[in-house]
């Protein structure tokens, strides 16, 4: 589960490794490390869930 993973690293203040894949056509990919600043998630029974985390990049992003 990587809320739990997300959640400790912030509790923790560990470095997590990240990957974003965007949707252009490229399948463009940023690669990094980061520490998570900031996690939450809100939702309600039958409702949406909603979840947020804030990163703070460390060292370079990769590109692919």
């Known amino acids: ?3 739990l993973a997300l ?3 912030k509790e923790n203040g560990t470095k997590v490794s990240v990957q974003i894949v ?3 056509t490229e399948g463009t990919k940023w690669t ?3 520490l998570v600043t ?3 998630v809100s939702g309600a029974i039958d ?3 909603k979840g ?3 990163l703070e ?3 370079d992003i990769v590109e692919s």
């Open 1 to 3: 589960a990587q809320h």
């Open 7 to 9: 959640r400790t690293a």
């Open 22 to 24: 965007f949707t252009d």
């Open 32 to 34: 990094f490390d980061a």
């Open 38 to 40: 900031g996690f939450s």
């Open 47 to 49: 409702g949406v869930v």
């Open 52 to 54: 947020s985390v804030t």
């Open 57 to 59: 990049i460390s060292g």
